[in-house]
């Protein structure tokens, strides 16, 4: 949210942003505040200048004092118009919608008009800055209320918390009054000789020996010394100048990343409780020695890095190059009038405050960094996963593999209700021609009449994928490979328990498959976003961040593809038995009234239902318009649903005047464009991946099989900055690294690829080159 802007920008907002009672140019409040702080320690003031005429006229009339939260002028579309750059009417009435209840996808869609035709990106940005400014007015109350109680509030510190525009400003301010941050400085001035520091910092000659008396802190002059050293350090520390110096400095410095790995000792000595192997060190040997700038760490290096030290296996470190320490010192010799103290001060707050503190600001930034990185990767990768084609209209089989634990298998209809579910023992290592397990299965299937197998691609996939051909099983009914991470998880949660009570969590899982290729979007919706197996080191992301990015990506699919409101999960829509006829009848719902109606009405669809326009991205709000258009340009709403009707509408509306028409309609042009876009039903497959049939190679089924130079067909997984992973039936994911793309652009989630194992170290280190990608 922080943007750089010129001195008279920042004086006009924060103009705008305070009372005309009791505005304030900045430069006024800082050269206050500055001679204030001046005439308490005796600094030179550097900044002291003659009022100018422009600072007369906004002189304040209310004395600083009376300046509080409830008297601030607190304008959230002020602040967040110039903290995204947006007109402040727009910033307004985009809160309008927000305080209204309007969701992102809804005007995204149906109230572009208001908020100037912003794209659905661009929209969420604005979003997330509206919740920091939020989120900085409730932090600026905490801090102000956290100050009174700890009798650390003064006017002027008062006025600076209220005049700042961001938490970055807020904490730059806040940082060095928190209570436990200056415990050294704190002793010495409880000792009475703060008023010695102060003039020795200000160049006046003190005799140390002097100050030494009886009391043992006090016993000689190198504990004196020690005293004065930590008061000047926390002078200088919470000096707003200097606060501000090292911010600019901090962004010009080039500061460097090293790692390396923690010595045995150590290891033996500190992890013995702590020590999780859940990574072989081994997977960290090239962080081992690792020394790379700041500016050229990549996000997954970030969290290589940053797991490796969680693990107990790296220890991490910033190292600061001197050039920050000697600017710093430069400026502050220009602040206080003696050398020596300054210097002396300066290095002790260094070493004990301000190296920490760079030191935890830029892993802090790296880590957000890497985060957002990470959770850009996470939902692209998710949108390609939800965006899986439906297949509908299907009785659905759904089989989790095993071995000792059997197959499970988990029947469904069309809408996705539970038909049957039970476990069969198939002998997977040998054929049995009298194999009871595969006599039991043809007869669920045959009773059932399935029309399609999913089978998951778990551990025993390629030995079930054989023993139902070997059983002429999948002979005339089609097997499709159904990724199932999160399934078994799913299946042992509350809400699964809660679909399906006193049920076995294994068969969940299978019913779970079988409903994933039923209606992905509603089915996978369901796990922890950690769990689906896609995006990059989702595991160390915070959940809030994590889930924040689900919710968006669901929003922005089910925004571009709807919902069947009659296959719709419990995930996504609590439904009556029966189903529903008409869009109408969501209001049937309990706990929807008409404001959760009008924000997802048009999101849900009914594909068979009484009203055409029902199963459409049309909102019922304007229905009315939508049939006097038809009318309008001759045609049947009811044919809506035909294979003509696109063509037609496309015929009759390309010379059509958006304006007029949409004045003779009495509406706006926006709704009018998405009524002509939904009758030409245009379609989103290009949007959307397939399952696919087997793809692996059949001679290949096990790790002990490859070698360098095995050839081997499978698909994309899971995409990420350095590659992709490519499922090859044959245990966990290998890795296409970007340098064995041969020139060719990284494969798309679900593409069907053709690889060359080049490396196995270890069986769960398969390396693969890409060949190419299969139709």
């Given at each position: 949210m922080e ?8 004086q ?12 304030v140019?900045?430069?006024a409040?800082?050269k ?7 005439e308490?320690f ?12 422009d600072?007369?006229?906004?002189e ?5 004092s ?5 008297n ?12 995204e ?5 727009l910033?307004e ?19 572009k008009?208001?908020?100037d035709y ?10 997330e800055?509206?919740q920091k400014?939020?989120?900085f ?10 100050l ?11 006025q ?5 525009h ?6 730059l ?7 436990n ?6 002793r010495?001035?409880?000792?009475g ?9 200000n ?14 802190e006090m ?6 010394d020690?005293?004065?050293t930590?008061i000047v ?7 707003s100048?200097?606060?501000?110096e090292m ?25 013995n ?12 040997k ?9 500016q050229?760490v ?5 969290l ?6 969680d693990?107990k ?18 400026y ?27 030191t ?10 890497a985060q957002k ?8 990768n998710?949108?390609?996963?939800l ?12 089989l ?15 809408n996705?209700e ?6 069969v023992?198939?002998?997977l290592?040998?054929?049995n021609e ?5 006599k ?8 059932h ?5 999913g ?25 499709i490979?159904?990724?199932e ?12 328990q809660?679909?399906h ?20 979007l ?6 922890e ?11 160390d992301?915070p ?10 990506t ?15 999960s ?22 929807i009234g008409k404001?959760t109606y009008?924000?997802?009405?048009g999101?849900l669809?009914v594909?068979?239902g ?10 019922p ?8 258009f038809?009318?309008?340009?001759n045609?049947n709403?009811?044919e809506l ?14 010379n059509i ?12 042009v ?20 397939s ?7 059949v001679?290949?089924q096990?790790?002990?099989?490859i ?8 698909v ?19 890795l296409?690294?970007r340098s064995?793309?041969?020139g ?13 194992v080049?490396?196995?170290?270890k069986p ?12």
């Open positions: 943007r750089i802007a010129t001195k008279r920008k920042l006009q907002i924060e103009t705008e942003c305070v009372p005309k009672r009791t505005r140019k900045k430069s409040d800082t206050k505040s500055t001679k204030k702080h001046s308490k005796k600094v030179k003031d550097v900044s002291k200048k003659k009022k100018t005429t600072d007369e006229h906004f304040e009339t209310v004395p600083d009376q300046i509080s939260l409830e601030k002028d607190w304008d959230e579309a002020k602040i967040l118009s110039y903290e750059n947006v007109p402040q009417e910033a009435r985009f809160i309008k919608l927000l305080n209204e209840g309007c969701t992102l996808p809804f005007i995204a869609r149906y109230r008009n208001v908020v912003l794209k659905p990106d661009r929209l969420q940005e604005l979003y800055g509206y400014v939020t989120q007015t409730k932090k600026v109350k905490s801090v102000i209320e956290t009174k109680k700890s009798k650390k509030l003064t006017p002027e510190i008062e600076s918390i209220l005049n700042a961001n938490l970055s400003e807020l904490d301010l806040y940082a060095p009054l928190k209570s941050s200056l415990s050294l400085a704190e010495a001035r409880s000792l000789i703060e008023p010695f520091a102060v003039k020795a910092l160049g006046e000659n003190i005799e140390l020996q002097k100050l030494c008396n009886g009391e043992e016993s000689t002059v190198e504990k004196v020690s005293h004065i930590h350090a926390d002078i200088i520390y919470k000096d100048r200097v606060l501000m911010r600019s400095l901090k962004e010009q410095t080039r500061f460097i990343v090293q790692s390396s790995r923690k010595s045995s000792t150590k290891e033996k000595k500190d992890d409780k702590k020590y999780d192997s859940k990574s072989d060190p081994e997977t960290y090239i962080y081992f020695d690792w020394t790379c700038p700041v050229f990549k996000s997954y290096q970030t290589a890095v940053n797991r490796g030290e693990e296996i790296l220890s991490v470190k910033i190292v600061i190059p001197d050039w920050f320490y000697n600017r710093l010192e430069r502050c010799l220009t602040l206080w009038k003696s050398n020596y103290w300054v210097k002396k001060g300066l290095n002790d707050a260094y070493n004990r405050l301000i190296k920490p503190w760079l935890r600001q830029v892993r802090s930034e790296l880590t957000a960094a990185e990470a959770v850009k990767t996470f939902t692209a998710l949108e390609k996963y965006l899986t084609e439906p297949i509908k209209n299907r009785i659905i089989a759904g989790d593999p095993g071995f000792k634990a059997g197959c499970k298998v988990g029947i469904i209809n069309a996705g539970k038909l049957d579910a039970c476990t023992y198939p002998d290592r040998r054929h009298n194999d009871l397990a595969a039991q299965l043809k007869q669920i299937i045959t009773k009449r399935v029309d399609l197998i089978l998951g691609n778990g551990t025993a996939c390629r030995e079930t994928e054989t023993w139902l051909k070997n059983n002429q099983i999948s002979e005339n009914i089609p097997v490979i159904v990724p991470q999160g399934a078994s998880i799913y299946s042992v949660s509350k809400e699964a809660k679909e009570p006193d049920m076995d969590p294994n068969l969940i899982s299978a019913l779970s498959i079988a409903r994933r290729v039923l209606d992905p509603g089915e996978l919706i369901k796990v976003p950690k769990n689906l197996g896609v995006g990059l080191y989702q595991h992301i959940p809030k961040l994590l889930e924040s990015g689900l919710d968006a669901v929003e922005k699919v089910v925004s571009l593809v709807g919902v069947d409101i009659n296959t719709a419990q995930a996504m829509l609590r439904q009556d038995k029966g189903g529903f006829k008409s869009r109408a009848e969501i209001l049937k719902v309990g706990g404001v009008q924000q997802c009405a999101f669809r594909l068979t009484a009203e055409p326009l029902d199963a459409t991205i049309i909102h709000e304007s229905y009315d318009t939508a049939k006097r038809a009318k309008k340009i045609v709403i009811k649903s035909q294979a003509h009707f696109p063509e037609l509408v496309e015929r009759k509306t390309i005047d958006l304006v007029a028409t949409s004045k003779d309609l009495d509406t706006d926006s709704t009018l464009e998405l009524i002509i876009s939904a009758f030409k039903q245009k379609p989103y497959e290009d949007n959307v991946i399952f696919c049939r087997p793809v692996y190679s001679t290949i096990t790790t002990e099989q070698a360098n130079g095995t050839k081997l067909t499978g994309v997984r899971n995409v990420v900055p350095f590659g992709c992973f490519v499922d090859c039936g044959v245990g966990d994911n290998g296409i690294h064995n793309l041969c060719k652009q990284t494969p798309k989630l679900g593409d069907r690829v053709s690889v060359t080049v490396g196995t170290p769960k280190r398969l390396q693969l080159k890409l060949d190419e990608i299969l139709n």
